[in-house]
């Protein structure tokens, strides 16, 4: 049984900073593309974040435009964990952020919800202006 286990969220003021993680269980994120997506209220569940593991070269990254520069995504493979560090948060990054394990067939796929098979619960992230 796959478990995907997101922890991290919280309120934090306009500018401030948060780290999330995603603990995986049941499958090695190394054999996955793993990803980072958010949701907001009446909004549809959009792309922040990926990482993808190749055995010669290492972890590449992806990220959405909207947070480019400020977040980073890491993973630690001994731990078989994947977070994802934000840094000048805005209102505007307030959602429901869900860590998602899959296997896209090209990196253009990997801002696709659809591409994912695994989810986690969701952790939520208010920052106050």
């Known amino acids: 049984q796959v478990q995907l286990v997101e922890s991290g969220g919280g309120l934090v003021q306009t500018g401030g900073s948060l780290r999330l993680s995603c603990a995986a269980s049941?499958?090695?994120?190394?054999?996955?593309?793993m990803g980072w997506f958010r949701q907001a209220p009446g909004k549809e569940r959009e792309f922040v974040a990926a990482?993808?593991?190749?055995?010669?070269?290492?972890?590449?990254?992806y990220y959405a435009d909207s947070v480019k520069g400020r977040f980073t995504i890491s993973r630690d493979n001994a731990k078989n964990t994947v977070s994802l560090k934000m840094n000048g948060l805005q209102p505007e990054d307030t959602a429901v952020y869900y860590c998602?394990?899959?296997?896209?067939?090209?990196?253009?796929?990997?801002?696709?919800?659809?591409?994912?098979?695994?989810w986690g619960q969701g952790t939520q992230v208010t920052v106050s202006s």
């Open positions: 998602a394990m899959g296997a896209p067939s090209n990196s253009d796929r990997l801002s696709q919800p659809a591409s994912y098979e695994y």
């Open positions: 049941g499958r090695t994120v190394t054999d996955y593309a």
């Open positions: 990482t993808t593991w190749n055995k010669w070269i290492g972890s590449y990254t």
